[in-house]
C-alpha cells in the first residue's frame, strides 16, 4: 500500500494500493486494443461532447479539488485554486482545439509528373500514449498529460507522482461521470520498475515525461524504435535586471517567480543578474519582501509559501545554502529551516559560481542576485549552464530588450515579468538538456497526431 501523506504536516492522508507490473501489462493491453481497431475510436463530436461534460462536474468541485491539491502537493490554498481553474480552463482548450486537427492541401501540377493528381494530408492519433507526470502541480499536468491525449483521439495511460496521486485518481473519476469509454484514460501508481514498462514497450507509440532530467534521459535511452516523446526537465532561470528597470513592477513580480510553490517550479526565478548600479537597492528591497511572506499551512488562506514535498528537500536546501554562504555569498534574508518540512524563503548575494546553487536547479524557496557591471557578461554568464528553458529581463528600453532576448540561450524570454510566467496555449519547454518536444495544450495535441498524405491520380478539376 502506498501512504500519501501531507507534505506540511506529515500526517497520513489516504493508503491506496500500488500495481505491479500486471497490471500495467493489462492497461497496455487495452489501450493497444482501443487503438488498433478503429471501430472503438471516438469520433470528434463525442470526444468534444465528453471534454465539455467533464469541465462542468469540476466547475461544480472547484473547492474540493483545491483543498485536495493543496493538501497532498503543499501549494497554498490560493495558488492551488489558481491551478484548479487552470485545469479546468486547459480541458476547455482541449475541446476547442479538437476542430483545429486538420491537414492541408499539397500543390500538384508544378511539374509536369505531378500533373492531374490532388494531395492532401490528415491528422491521425499517433497511437497508445503513456505519461509519467510530476508532483508540483498534481492536477494541472495530469490535464496536460491526459486531455491533450484524449483529444488527439489516443488511449493513454498516465502515471502520476507517488507523492501526489489523489488529484490524478480524482480526475480520473470526473471522467469516467462524464461519459469517456473504459479504457481510454487509465492512471497506473506503481514504482518506478512497474512503470518502466510504460516506456519500453512497442505499443507506446509517444512518451510523456514531466520530472528530473537524470530520470527523463534515462527513459528516453530505453524508448522502442519509432516511440515520439516530450520531455520537460528542469532549468535555473536566469533574470537579467538593467538600471532602468521599474521597481514598483519588478520586486512584487521577482518574488511571485522566485517563491511561487517555494520554489518548485521548473521555471522558477533562480539567479538573478543585476546592473552594479542597482544591486544593492534592489537586493536589500528583494530581501526585505522576502521576510514579510507568510510561511505555512497550505490550506491557510493567508499562506505565501508552503513546505517543501518532503523533509529530504530541506535538508538538501539547508546544506546548499550553507555551503553557498561558506563559500563566500552574503546572505541577506532567510537561510534557515523553519520546520522540517518548511525552509525560510532565503535570498543570497554573489554566491560563488562553483557552488550548486548557482550551477544546479534549486527547486526550493531561495533566489541568488549576482551584480555585474557589462550586460554581455550576464548574459554569457546565464547561458553557461547546460540547462535552457526560460528566462527573462528586466528594462525600459525596447532596443536593450530585443538584444537581450536575441543573445538568451532559452526557449522563452519574458520582457518586464519573471520566469515563471505560463499560459496553457502557449508553447512551453526546454531546450538541451531541460528538455524536447513543446508542449502546451494545443501544441501536445498537435505532437500526438502523424501526419498521412494522400494523393490521388488522374484528378481533373
Known sequence: MLKVKSPYHQRLIKEIPLVGKEAVEKALSIAYDLFTDQSKWIPAYERIA?????????????????KQAALEGGKPYRDSKVEVLRAINGVKLAAEHISQIKGEQIPMGITKSSENRLAFTTREPIG???????????????????VTAFAAGCPVIIKPALTTPLSCLTFM??????????????????????????????????FS????????????????PGTRCALEHGGAAPVIVEPDADF??????????GFYHAGQVCVSVQRVFVHESICDSLSSQLAEGAKKLIVGDPLDEKTD???????????????????????????????????DTCYAPTVLLDPPPEARVSNLEIFGPVVCIYSYSDRDEAINLANSLNVHFQAAVFTNDINVALDTVKKL?????????????????????????????????PYSIHEMTREKLIVIKNYKL
Open 128 to 146: 497508445v500514449v503513456a505519461s509519467i507526470s510530476a508532483f508540483n502541480h498534481p492536477l494541472n499536468l495530469i490535464i496536460h498529460q491526459t
Open 209 to 224: 515525461f514531466i520530472g528530473s532530467s537524470k530520470v527523463g534521459w534515462y527513459l528516453r535511452s530505453k524508448l522502442s
Open 305 to 339: 509559501v508552503g513546505p517543501l514535498i518532503l523533509p529530504r528537500e530541506v535538508d538538501r536546501v539547508e546544506i546548499w545554502v550553507n555551503e553557498a554562504i561558506q563559500g563566500g555569498a552574503k546572505l541577506l534574508c532567510g537561510g534557515q529551516r523553519i520546520s
Open 248 to 257: 514598483s513592477s519588478m520586486l512584487p513580480s521577482l518574488l511571485q517567480g
Open 173 to 206: 473519476d470526473i471522467l469516467e461521470e462524464a461519459g469517456i469509454p473504459k479504457g481510454w484514460c487509465q492512471a497506473i501508481v506503481c514504482e518506478n520498475e512497474a512503470s518502466e514498462l510504460l516506456v519500453v514497450d512497442e505499443r507506446v507509440n509517444y
Open 409 to 441: 540561450n532559452a526557449t522563452a524570454v519574458m520582457i518586464n515579468d519573471h520566469t515563471a510566467f505560463r499560459v496553457d496555449w502557449m508553447p512551453f519547454g526546454g531546450r538541451d538538456t531541460s528538455g524536447i518536444g513543446m508542449g502546451g495544450i
Open 50 to 66: 465528453i471534454l465539455e461534460r467533464t469541465i462542468s462536474i469540476m466547475n461544480t468541485r472547484v473547492e474540493e479539488l483545491t
